[in-house]
């Protein structure tokens, strides 16, 4: 069974840096497509990236585009997002996932999930 832990997030300021991990264990991180979530109190769960486990391609939603980059340590089997310049509309709670179908912006499609992990960017 796949599971997905997650670490980092916290409290930050305005304009500061934070590194969220998703390890992947009961699978290999790098047969899997695997993205990143996002949601805020009253909001849907937002899209944020995404990397193929073909050939490691990403996408990010225009919303992050520039400032988060979606990246994995197949070694490691840990998936991480790099966000920078974060803002107070960053706020929320953040999920990894992974899909073992097609590489999707969808959550629907994906079957694994972690916890979640909470940002909140205030200052």
């Known amino acids: 069974q796949v599971q997905l832990v997650q670490s980092g997030g916290g409290l930050v300021q305005p304009g500061e840096s934070l590194t969220l991990s998703c390890a992947v264990s009961g699978g290999t991180l790098s047969r899997y497509n695997m993205g990143w979530f996002r949601q805020a109190p009253g909001k849907p769960r937002e899209f944020l990236a995404y990397i193929g486990w073909r050939d490691g391609s990403t996408g990010v939603a225009d919303s992050v585009k520039g400032r988060f980059t979606i990246s994995r340590d197949s070694g490691k089997n840990i998936l991480y997002l790099q966000m920078n310049s974060l803002k107070v509309e960053d706020t929320g709670v953040y999920y990894c996932?992974?899909?073992?179908?097609?590489?999707?912006?969808?959550?629907?499609?994906?079957?694994?999930w972690g916890q979640g992990t909470q940002v909140t960017v205030s200052s």
């Open positions: 996932a992974g899909a073992s179908g097609v590489l999707t912006v969808d959550a629907r499609r994906y079957e694994y």
